[in-house]
Structure formats: C-alpha cells, structure tokens
C-alpha cells in the first residue's frame, strides 16, 4: 500500500488548529486520527487516519496515553484480547503513545474496570 504522507499532514495541520473541547477519561476507547504509520506500526482506517484506541492514562485535560486496538486476536504477551459488543480484537500493548486530546474524533465505550485492570496489569508485564 503506498502511504499518503502529504495527506495525512494537510489533515495534522487541520487538527491543530481545531479548538474543539473534548473531554475524556480512563478506561474510555475513542475512534482517534492518529496518523500514517511507518514499517510495522500499527495502520489506520479510511480518509480520517482513524482507529480505535484505549485511554490508558489522562495526564491533564490535554494529552493522554493510549494503546491502539486491532481487529486481530492475537494470543500472545503483547497483545490483550478484548471482546465486547462494541469491539472484538486485540489492543496492542506493545505500541503505546502519548497523545493530543485533539485526535480524539468519537466515543466508542468505555471498558470494564477488571478488564482495565488485566490491561494495565499486562502493560506492567512488559516492563
């Protein structure tokens, strides 16, 4: 697949200069244009370079940590199978990223505090 980077950086441009208010918290997973990504990172859905992410960890009411999550279940220690009616899939422990509440584009749900937990549990593992 051939990667638009002038696309996705005339969209950037239009993100940072929205002054839209979102509010957000933990434990949240949001549709989130995140961006073109390089090699082995995980990619995007359609024109918005969007995805479903996890809000691991509200720093402010700015930026955020997050962990992507994918339509593949995968079973293995950097991945979290996730199954709700919202999402199935994975959320990739491995790619996690700070973020601007600027990428934020809608709410999908929010998690189960167990299911948070195993998944903060299983980011610590890593480390």
């Known amino acids: 697949m051939s990667k638009n980077y002038k ?15 979102i509010l957000f918290n933990e434990r949240e997973i949001w549709w989130c244009s995140v961006w073109e990504n390089i090699w082995y990172e995980q990619d995007w859905k359609n024109n918005l370079y969007e995805r479903p992410v996890l809000i691991l960890k509200k720093f402010n009411n700015d930026i955020f940590f997050w962990l992507p999550i994918t339509s593949k279940k995968k ?8 199954d709700s009616w919202h ?7 491995s790619q ?8 934020l584009l809608r709410k999908i749900s929010k998690i189960w505090r167990l299911w948070f937990l195993n998944i903060v549990k299983s980011f610590k593992n890593l480390f």
Do not use: A, M, T, V
């Not at 079973?75 to 996730?82: A, I, L, P, T, V």
């Open 75 to 82: 079973d293995n220690k950097y991945y979290y199978e996730y």
């Open 87 to 93: 999402i199935k899939g994975s959320i990739i422990i």
């Open 7 to 21: 696309k996705w950086h005339e969209l950037k441009i239009s993100i940072e200069n929205d002054d839209k208010s």
């Open 96 to 103: 996690w990223r700070i973020l601007s509440k600027k990428r």
